[in-house]
């Protein structure tokens, strides 16, 4: 196995996305607000998903959410995540509205809980990427 | 909603499948050129009326023109060919996609077939990881999530909604082992228990090993014509009388809701063009990917209501001499899953049923059965209902 397959995959940034993860190096969950019909979004995109204006501005979330659902892997997804079993991965829905996928911080898996509020915790995973991950309250 | 029909315009005819289960050392164009043989075979056909190909792709072949390599391969040239893309629900979008090619005029006969060797084609790693790399790179891969682990939270949400128990789930990987046992061929037909499942080791909860589908090697081939070539073939032909699809969301956290997936609309549209309803089925074969798949496919096709698949499961509904015998190949979780194939043995399992000829597991007098697909973490979902010439 090589040094390549092994290693986890990093986010590569597009023109679509590349303030979120800018923002999430500075400790900030950038949303998408739509300036003309108040929808916000996670996924970054130039256009809102329910009116299609370009006009988005984009706002740090609170980073307050609750655990909509979550999974906690124990057969690692390929090599990369040998080393991480086990994890939980949430269904974070966010206090704005929008849904995220994320990591519980730490192994606390007996507390979690549908519906369970949680905050958000930057974590670096190398020198150019930090992960939205989200902690217990 | 458009008036125009497949309805009864095109056919089955031809069914066959490679060895499946454990095959070492035969390529995914090998597994599916040896079932588009027996499908020939079994039509009574010869390979130059085939002028249309489609097929999906597979993990452990490095073609991108799968349709194309797999046409050069079997030494046919189709004027219509086509690799089609949307995960597990490619085998019910191949078959409408290649009926509606027909009733275009695109092509008279459409060979619709798929094979791999995911089992000993790729190591296991290799095989989840083709799996894993489906998902977004950048929102959702990098934290780690599986394919099965989108599967795992809708359930996981299920049965907080509606009290559906791992029990419920296990009894579904009973009933599709208890119906592979009858089947010549299954990858797996010792019996299992619900305390089996239960014991199995954990994979992403709420799943265990055994609510899992297998991974398998095996190629498998269908050939459709028109409803007026039909019948010059050797087989009972199985007509197309309902083709329906939904595409709802590629991200699961965008799907709209965790617990009710586009099969109702998919599924809707393929009972309209019927002119059938769900309760007028008589065998389904339903993508199980993941036993909770199933029960939520249940719901969401209409076999009953929402919340309710659990105790339908344990009531026996889903078996011989329940409401709607379902997978009774004993489908991807203990007859084979070759990746994008997998789906491909509902479809032989359902016509097979259909024409009679399933011999002791045989579902009596079935003459209306439905093939539903989906994939991607309910993102893509196709439907195909089938009839015997009585239905038309
Ligand atoms: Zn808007």
């Not at chain 2, 069914?15 to 050129?33: I, W, Y």
Request: proline share 5%; glycine share 8%; aromatic share 6%.
């Amino acid at each position: 196995m090589s040094e390549q397959t092994i290693r986890k995959p990093l986010p590569t940034t597009d023109g679509d996305s590349q303030a979120l993860w800018d923002g999430l190096k500075e400790g900030k969950l950038l949303l998408q607000h739509c300036a003309d019909c108040g929808h916000v979004q996670y996924y970054q995109q130039s256009l809102c998903r329910l009116c299609q204006s370009k006009n988005l501005v984009h706002k740090p979330a609170s980073g307050r959410g609750k655990i909509h659902s979550y999974s906690v892997v124990h057969r690692a997804p390929g090599p990369a995540f040998k080393g991480d079993v086990p994890y939980a991965v949430l269904l974070v829905e966010l206090e704005e509205g929008p849904r995220m996928i994320s990591r519980l911080v730490g192994n606390d898996f007996d507390a979690l809980d549908f519906d369970l509020p949680v905050k958000l915790q930057t974590v670096k995973i190398s020198d150019d990427v930090c992960l939205p991950y989200f902690s217990l309250m | 909603m458009s008036n125009r029909s497949l309805r009864g315009k095109v056919a089955i005819v031809g069914v066959g499948q490679s060895p499946s289960g454990r095959v070492p050392d035969r390529s995914p164009l090998d597994l599916t050129a040896d079932a588009t043989l027996k499908a020939l075979a079994d039509a009574g056909m010869d390979k130059s009326e085939i002028d249309g190909v489609l097929t999906g792709n597979a993990f452990a072949s490095s073609f991108h023109r799968f349709s194309v390599a797999l046409s050069e391969y079997l030494n046919i040239q189709p004027s219509y060919s086509n690799t089609l893309q949307v995960s597990g629900a490619t085998a019910a979008a191949a078959v409408n996609t290649a009926a509606a090619a027909i009733n275009a005029g695109l092509a008279d006969t459409v060979l619709v077939a798929c094979g791999d060797s995911l089992l000993t084609g790729m190591t296991p790693d290799m095989a989840i990881r083709a799996m894993t790399e489906s998902r977004d790179q950048q929102y959702e891969m990098p934290f780690g999530i599986p394919v099965a682990n989108t599967f795992a939270m809708t359930a996981h949400r299920h049965m907080k909604e509606f009290g559906t128990t791992p029990e419920q789930m296990a009894q579904v990987a009973v009933t599709f082992r208890e119906h592979a046992a009858r089947t010549p061929g299954a990858q797996k037909t010792d019996p299992i228990t619900i305390e089996d499942v239960l014991a199995s080791k954990m994979v992403t909860t709420p799943y265990h090993k055994l609510d899992c589908s297998l991974i398998s090697d095996g190629g498998v081939a269908l050939i459709l014509t028109s409803a007026e070539r039909a019948y010059d073939y050797a087989q009972e032909p199985i007509f197309i009388l309902g083709a329906g699809e939904h595409y709802s969301h590629e991200h699961i956290f965008l799907m709209p809701e965790l617990t009710e997936t586009g099969a109702v609309k998919s599924a809707q549209k393929a009972y309209d063009m019927a002119g059938i309803s769900a309760k007028d089925v008589d065998v389904a074969g339903i993508y199980d990917c993941f036993t909770g798949t199933v029960l939520m496919m249940l719901e969401d096709l209409g076999f009953c209501k929402k919340g309710e698949a659990g105790p339908f499961v344990e009531a026996g509904e889903i078996t011989y001499g329940g409401t709607i015998p379902t997978n009774t190949h004993g489908g991807m979780l203990s007859y084979a899953h070759p990746g994008i194939p997998a789906a491909w043995y509902h479809f032989a399992e359902v016509v097979r049923q259909l024409r009679n000829s399933c011999g002791d597991r045989q579902v009596t007098d079935a003459e209306l059965g439905l093939v539903h697909t989906l994939g991607a973490g309910f993102s893509t979902q196709a439907t195909t209902i089938l009839g015997k010439e009585s239905t038309l």
